[in-house]
């Protein structure tokens, strides 16, 4: 059986995919910045249906999915048509430092808003350290450093 041999077929397969994926974040582009103790997303999702807007989180990858319905202009010509339809999606890894289940969401003026809390365990908090040498009373009534085992016989 004879196999046909493309050395380019390879290089097209991996810029559509590029294509692809360039095409999924240009028509959801986003800012992800941490203010405080929270992390907060904007993706830009003008036109998009509210009741159409998903957000979900599975095994820490949050996933975005929203639809665009194309206007109905009837028996209109197209002169231009660059507004993209459809159903479109963005998915992003979280990290373990984020609470999964106090991410909140809104959707106001083709943005939608996602603030994902800093998890507790993640947070820098103060330890406090005990200072050996610091004297203490013995039952016996006489004092011990902190840094010496003390016995009684």
């Known amino acids: 059986m004879a196999t046909r041999f493309d050395p380019f077929r390879e290089f097209e397969r991996l810029f559509d995919t590029a294509q692809a994926t360039n095409r999924a974040a240009s028509a959801m582009p986003m800012d992800l910045f941490r203010t405080g103790d929270h992390f907060v997303?904007?993706?830009?999702?003008?036109?998009?249906d509210p009741g159409s807007i998903d957000v979900s989180v599975d095994d820490r990858m949050l996933t975005i999915r929203a639809e665009r319905t194309p206007s109905d202009q009837g028996e209109a010509q197209w002169l231009v048509h660059e507004r993209p339809t459809g159903t479109y999606a963005r998915q992003i890894a979280l990290g373990r430092g984020v609470a999964l289940d106090d991410i909140s969401a809104t959707y106001t003026d083709g943005v939608l808003t996602l603030t994902i809390p800093v998890a507790a365990e993640a947070k820098p908090r103060r330890i406090e350290v005990a200072h050996s040498g610091q004297q203490r009373q013995v039952g016996d009534g006489t004092t011990a450093d902190d840094s010496r085992v003390v016995t009684s016989g």
């Open 41 to 48: 997303i904007r993706v830009d999702l003008p036109g998009a």
